[in-house]
Each structure stands twice: as structure tokens, then as C-alpha cells.
């Protein structure tokens, strides 16, 4: 345990949580990091949320709850959390209300962001539905400079997972809105962004659990309309010049594209529409060609002739 024990904020953006609520504030009041605070923000639920919160007044961790007057999308809710934490706060925690965590898991990843001063952003191993989940970061180290934390997480050998991470306030979040709320990816956007003026740490440690359900943005809108296609495509074009060479970027890009052209041609034709509209938006060429060298380049790597993108996005 530190002898100093700067004040933790944990954020939690909520609606319609009453089915796993409950569970999220317990894993709060159960860390054994004691200077914390909990600040959740009810974006208008019409289920018992509000009355779940109310049980939980009066507990050891202080519970700041604010209630929207109406639901405002996703992202919007995020931010609202972010500007509720108290200013003091050093570091910042989004916890979904259907996660939770390890009862050392805020004691242990303070820890590592304390005794590296370079860094503001600690990540973690995670649960996904009882399986386990290390990112691929390499076990023998924990610390890395933010720009190589990009290049490892956009060359596939690192994962920097927008949930479950401890942000350092006062890297970036108080100057801009820390999500882009045009984007289903924002969390993990903001880390990319938070990474391009600081390090970043990994503990090594599964601290983090994810409860994926049918009713997760992950299921509803980013499973169905595909849409974390087009966030990584967004995000390699943000913070991808500050890791790359311009012409190692071009050329990871273009293997990219590929993959998502080949990946549109059997998606349902309603959502294959709506990545040509995002695509076309963002100035890419969505021709006949294109598309046969899409397909091209996915024969040439089934014979071991050329690479190909493998992993995320699925």
C-alpha cells in the first residue's frame, strides 16, 4: 500500500443498468484502495437503477450520482461522467455498469502509474466472459513509450483496450472532451490520443472482468452495423502518422483496406451500404478495382505469396 494515495475517481456511465449495476458498485466499495470516489451518471433510466443507486448512499467509497433529464446518446453520457469527477481527482476510471473488477485492481494499477512519473495511461488483463484476455503486450515489459504503444497496437502486437484503463487527468482530459462523440471506438480513441504526450504502462495481471451480453453497444450497434471497421480505419489516420514513417503507414493502411473491402462484399447490404457512405465521406475509392483487389490480395496470402491483416477487427 502507498504511503500517499492520490484520490481515484470511478466513473460510471449508466442506463438501464439494473440488471448488473448492482454488482459494479459492490467491486467499488470492495477495492482495497481506500482514497476513491464513485461518480455515475444515470442517463435518464426508466428501470430501477436509480433506486440501486440510492442503496448504495452512505457506503465507505462516497457514490457522487447525477441524473440526465433525458437520454442523450452513449458517448455524450461518457463525457457528462468525466466532467462530474471531482477536480482533485488524479486519476480517472471508466467502469461500465455491466463490468467490474478485482478487489486489488485499482491499488495495483495506481501503483504502476505512480512509480513511473511518464506515465498516464495503465492498462490491464481483463476476463471476456470467463475467458482470459492479456492483450498480447510482451510479459517482460511493463512500461512503453507512448509512441510504440501505438505502433505495437495498430501492427497488431499490443492491444490498447479503451475500457479498463486508469487515465492520468492531467495529460490530456481536462483540455478537450475526452470522447469523440461521433465515434462507437471514442474510449479507445482517447487512449491513442492520451498516449501521443505520455507512456504507457501494462500490468501483467488479470484485474479486469467484461460481462458481453446482448444488449452491449458492442452487440447492438458496432456487432450488427460493423462499425468498429470504420473507427480503426478513423484512428489509423488520427494517431498512426505519430507512430509511422509516411510510407510504412501507407503501406499498413493499404493492407487494411483491402481487408475491409473484402469484409464489406458479405456483409448484408444494408449495412455494406453504410460503410460505402462512411468510406466514400471520408475520400476512399470504392470502385470495381478496388474491390477486385481486395479480392486479389486475399488469394495471394491464402497461397503464402503475400501478407494480409490478420486479427482485429473481426
Request: charged share 35%; proline share 0%.
Given at each position: 500500500m502507498q504511503v500517499h494515495e492520490p484520490l481515484v475517481a470511478i466513473c460510471t456511465p449508466v442506463y438501464n443498468g439494473g440488471k448488473f449495476i448492482r454488482d459494479a458498485l459492490e467491486c467499488v466499495q470492495a477495492q482495497t484502495y481506500k482514497n476513491l470516489v464513485h461518480v455515475v451518471s444515470d442517463n435518464a433510466s426508466t428501470d430501477d437503477t436509480a433506486q440501486i443507486l440510492e442503496e448504495f448512499q452512505g457506503r465507505r467509497v462516497p457514490l457522487i450520482v447525477s441524473r440526465s433529464p433525458h437520454t442523450v446518446p452513449i458517448m455524450p453520457n461518457w463525457n457528462r461522467v468525466i466532467g462530474l469527477a471531482p477536480p482533485e481527482a488524479k486519476w480517472l476510471r471508466i467502469l461500465c455498469a455491466d463490468d467490474l473488477m478485482t478487489p486489488d485492481a485499482v491499488e495495483k494499477m495506481v501503483a504502476l502509474g505512480e512509480a513511473n512519473p511518464s506515465?498516464?495511461?495503465v492498462g490491464c488483463g481483463r476476463l471476456l466472459n470467463g475467458t482470459e484476455d492479456n492483450f498480447d503486450w510482451p510479459a517482460v515489459q511493463s512500461i512503453y513509450p507512448g509512441r510504440k504503444a501505438i505502433r505495437m497496437?495498430?501492427?497488431?502486437?499490443?492491444t490498447v483496450y479503451g475500457p479498463h484503463v486508469l487515465v492520468r487527468r492531467d495529460r490530456i482530459l481536462d483540455a478537450v472532451k475526452p470522447f469523440d462523440e461521433t465515434m462507437f471506438g471514442a474510449d479507445t480513441d482517447m487512449c491513442l490520443r492520451v498516449l501521443r504526450s505520455c507512456d504507457f504502462a501494462y500490468c501483467h495481471e488479470i484485474l479486469a472482468i467484461t460481462r458481453e451480453h446482448p444488449a452491449t453497444v458492442s452487440a447492438t450497434a458496432m456487432a450488427k452495423r460493423r462499425l468498429h471497421f470504420f473507427d480503426w480505419l478513423i484512428m489509423m489516420d488520427r494517431h498512426g502518422p505519430y507512430a509511422f514513417e509516411p510510407d510504412e503507414l501507407a503501406r499498413l493502411r493499404n493492407l487494411y483496406l483491402r481487408y475491409y473491402r473484402r469484409k464489406m462484399l458479405v456483409w448484408p447490404r444494408e449495412v455494406r451500404a453504410?460503410?460505402?457512405?462512411?468510406?466514400?465521406?471520408h475520400g476512399e475509392k470504392l470502385d470495381s478495382w478496388s474491390f477486385m483487389d481486395a479480392m486479389g490480395n486475399w488469394v495471394l496470402k491464402r497461397l503464402g505469396l503475400t501478407p494480409g491483416w490478420t486479427g482485429y477487427p473481426f
Open positions: 506515465v498516464g495511461l497496437h495498430f501492427a497488431r502486437m499490443g453504410e460503410h460505402r457512405d462512411l468510406l466514400k465521406k
